[in-house]
T-cell receptor, first 106, second 112 residues
């Protein structure tokens, strides 16, 4: 089974609200990757985190890797309709979380 | 254009009829993998290949075979498909293990 747990499974927000998805592992991760899959599309790589406590930003997206390298989060500030999709975390070697499906109401 | 291609994109077949889904990448990537995506389960790895002639089982390999005779190609073979293999399949490649993966467009398979 999956060793990377991701929550929530679904998130519906009003446009302009913030959104966060979390990934947790029972074991220490060498790295964590985040992907976005638009409806009807394929997963597209967003970012990779490697260092303990690492924080990276891409415009309105903030990615964090926990100090113990067992958890990670993706935070979107002021969501837009273009943010709609499913966000996946993945550990090295290709084990993915179940994903968080984000819908945004205009 | 750098890309991963899969064929066919859609396939409806019947139980027991052998089929192959092709995957090809033009980025000279060493690592390739196959995933299936089912509602609520995310992406589950079927098989992966670290390099030519090197393949390993992922989390859900039962009922599937793969081969890696050339660096660019990584076909997925279902010798005797069953309805529980109805799913959306993605091929992916990366320059090496644990690096950014590039995904193909997906193959939607229905087994009746």
């Amino acid at each position: 089974g999956q060793q990377v747990m991701q929550i929530p499974q679904y998130q519906h927000v009003q446009e302009g609200e913030d959104f966060t998805t979390y990934c947790n592992s029972s074991t220490t991760l060498s790295n964590i990757q985040w992907y976005k899959q638009r409806p009807g599309g394929h997963p597209v790589f967003l970012i990779q985190l490697v260092k303990s406590g690492e924080v990276k930003k891409q415009k309105r997206l903030t990615f964090q890797f926990g100090e113990a390298k067992k958890n990670s989060s993706l935070h979107i500030t002021a969501t837009q309709t273009t943010d709609v999709g499913t966000y996946f975390c993945a550990e090295a070697g290709g084990r993915f979380g179940a994903g968080t499906r984000l819908t945004v109401k205009p | 254009e750098a890309q991963v291609t899969q064929n066919p994109r859609y396939l409806i077949t019947v139980t027991g009829k052998k089929l192959t889904v092709t995957c090809s990448q033009n980025m000279n990537h060493e690592y390739m993998s196959w995933y299936r995506q089912d509602p609520g389960l995310g992406l589950r790895q079927i098989y992966y290949s670290m390099n030519v002639e090197v393949t390993d089982k992922g989390d859900v390999p039962e009922g599937y075979k793969v081969s890696r005779k050339e660096k660019r190609n990584f076909p997925l073979i279902l010798e005797s498909p069953s309805p529980n293999q109805t799913s959306l399949y993605f091929c992916a490649s990366s320059s090496a293990w644990a690096y950014e993966q590039f995904f193909g467009p997906g193959t939607r398979l229905t087994v009746l």
